[in-house]
Every structure is written in structure tokens, then in C-alpha cells.
């Protein structure tokens, strides 16, 4: 029988008891312990690239494997014998207290806010945002596992609120926080952008229903189709001009230009011509400073300055 997901790994301390200087590790590996049980090989990423947690699991490729098989010590599917394949999920994972609402809503609903910076966003279907109530209630913690490819088609679907996020000032400057987040005390459920009239639910991220979201098949076979589309969501969204000011509005046909199919071959022409203009121009002694400094991130520059 599966056991809840998520449950509490420390025995001598309840989740909500750390503090802002070891919040974060505990809360990484309080999740990390998890998805262990539910069969989820876990590993720790070599540097920060916005991905707390790389996860993998065994499944069957015809899709027979249940979301908490624990499949760790098995080669073979046991219903048709197949060699399991292995999956991979890259987590990014935000924790926060609950806290209370303000005015009407503050004895019906706590919020839950986070922040996320341009850069959050990847175009990889198999990258997945984690947000980790560590105080739900006293004794229960709660998870919403929500896939780039559920977020993206969740905007785009509920225009306005996309346009109240992406197209932000805040948003682009790498400070985009998201406050409409909010469990209800009444149904016990998390809901999106709570109004005396209305109230979005998000039960399908929740816990074991997340689990089951990630350990979707379709997200490694359909990749490159839904990479495609995840591409035109992102950057529809990103280039939503509807909250800016007048002035800043007449850079739209240049960003309309972006979102032209043949845009990704002339920018790789145009960063072709500036790096010849850079070899023929820059002196040896900066060209060299530039490729061990600036550009060693870049691992097909890294020796620009060597070439013809």
C-alpha cells in the first residue's frame, strides 16, 4: 500500500520547525527522501543552474510501470517482461511557510508566495517546478509538482493572469513573485487567484497527482514536439507587450521579428559575422583574456580566439 506522498522523513522534527539558515538544505532533502520511496534514484546537481534536484526512475517503456512502483531493484517490467528504461526529471525546488491573507480573504485562504526570474523558465518538458508548503497544517506538508509544459499551457489558457506575471517589469528584472498561490482553510484544497466570485483549482499538482503528472511517458517520447511548443508559450508569453508603457512599445517589431521562424538562423548568422569581426579586430592579449574570463562558461567559444 503506497504510503502519503509527501510524509516526513525526520523523526525528531516537524518540517516548519527549521529556519531561514538551514531551511533550504533540510527542505531539499526532505524531498529528495521522497521520491526514494516512490522508486526515484536522486541526485544532486555539480552546480547551481536553477535545478535543486536531478531525479530518474526505472519504467517500463509500454507504460505498465504505476507512479509509486519502486523499480530501483528490478531490470524487467513484471507485467511484460521489457527492459525498464530510464526517465529524468530536473526539479526546481521552492519552500515556503504559509502566511496569512490580508483583509476578506484572511480567514478564508493563506497564500503562498514565491518568486521566478526569466531564467527559471527552460524549454525542456521534463523540467518541473516543486513547491513545498512545509506548514500546510500542523502535521502535514503538502507538494505541488507542476511540469514547464502544465505552467506554460496554465498561462497561456488564463490569458490575463499570464499577462499580470510575464509581462511585468519585476518579472523581467529577475524579481517575478507570484503571491496568487493560496490554500483554502475551508475545502482544505490549493487554489490559483482566489475572488469573491471565483477561485482556480489546482488538485491535479497536488501530492500524489503531481507524482503521477511527472511520471507521464509522453514527456520523454513527445519531447521534441513539446519542446516546440513550449518554445512558441515562452516566448508569446515573455513578448506580451499589454503592460507596457507607450515608449516602451515601439520596440515590438523588433521583438515580432523574434517570433518569425527564420529568426534562429539570422541571429546565428549575425553572432557568426561579430565573431570574425572580433578575431580580426580585438588584439591577441584581450582576445585571450576575453576566452579565459567571460566566454569559459561557453564551451564552444572557449578557443575562439585561437582559431583562423
Request: aromatic fraction near 12%; include cysteine.
Amino acid at each position: 500500500m503506497a504510503i502519503r506522498f509527501p510524509t516526513n522523513p525526520y523523526e525528531d522534527v516537524l518540517p516548519s520547525e527549521f529556519n531561514k539558515s538551514n531551511k533550504k538544505h533540510a527542505s531539499e532533502f526532505f524531498i529528495a527522501e521522497n521520491f526514494k520511496q516512490y522508486g526515484w534514484f536522486v541526485y544532486e546537481p555539480f552546480t547551481d543552474t536553477g535545478i535543486d534536484r536531478i531525479i530518474q526512475k526505472k519504467v517500463c517503456p509500454d507504460g505498465h510501470t504505476e507512479y509509486n512502483d519502486d523499480t530501483r531493484q528490478k531490470k524487467q517490467c513484471s507485467k511484460c517482461s521489457k527492459d525498464l528504461m530510464k526517465i529524468t526529471r530536473f526539479v526546481q525546488i521552492k519552500t515556503r511557510e504559509l502566511k496569512d491573507q490580508k483583509g476578506g480573504k484572511k480567514d478564508k485562504y493563506k497564500y503562498f508566495g514565491f518568486t521566478l526570474s526569466s531564467a527559471d523558465f527552460k524549454t525542456d518538458p521534463r523540467y518541473v517546478f516543486l513547491l513545498y508548503s512545509d506548514n500546510t497544517t500542523k502535521e502535514d506538508q503538502d507538494v505541488l509538482i507542476i511540469p514547464i509544459s502544465d505552467f506554460f499551457a496554465f498561462f497561456t489558457k488564463h490569458k490575463s493572469l499570464g499577462q499580470s506575471f510575464f509581462s511585468t517589469t519585476s518579472f523581467r528584472q529577475g524579481n517575478g513573485k507570484i503571491n496568487d498561490l493560496n490554500y483554502n482553510l475551508g475545502t482544505k484544497s490549493w487554489v490559483y487567484h482566489p475572488t469573491k466570485k471565483s477561485e482556480i483549482n489546482l488538485d491535479e499538482f497536488v501530492n500524489e497527482s503531481g507524482l503521477k503528472k511527472i511520471s507521464d511517458l509522453r514527456l520523454d517520447n513527445e519531447k521534441q514536439t513539446m519542446q516546440e511548443k513550449l518554445t512558441e508559450q515562452k516566448l508569446a508569453l515573455y513578448f506580451d507587450p499589454v503592460k507596457w508603457k507607450d515608449n516602451v512599445k515601439m520596440v515590438q517589431p523588433i521583438l515580432d521579428g523574434r517570433l518569425k521562424k527564420d529568426y534562429p538562423e539570422k541571429l546565428k548568422i549575425q553572432r557568426e559575422k561579430q565573431l570574425k569581426s572580433f578575431k580580426k579586430k580585438l588584439p591577441e592579449e584581450l582576445k585571450t583574456s576575453i576566452a579565459q574570463g567571460y566566454l569559459i562558461k561557453f564551451k564552444e567559444l572557449r578557443d575562439f580566439a585561437k582559431e583562423p
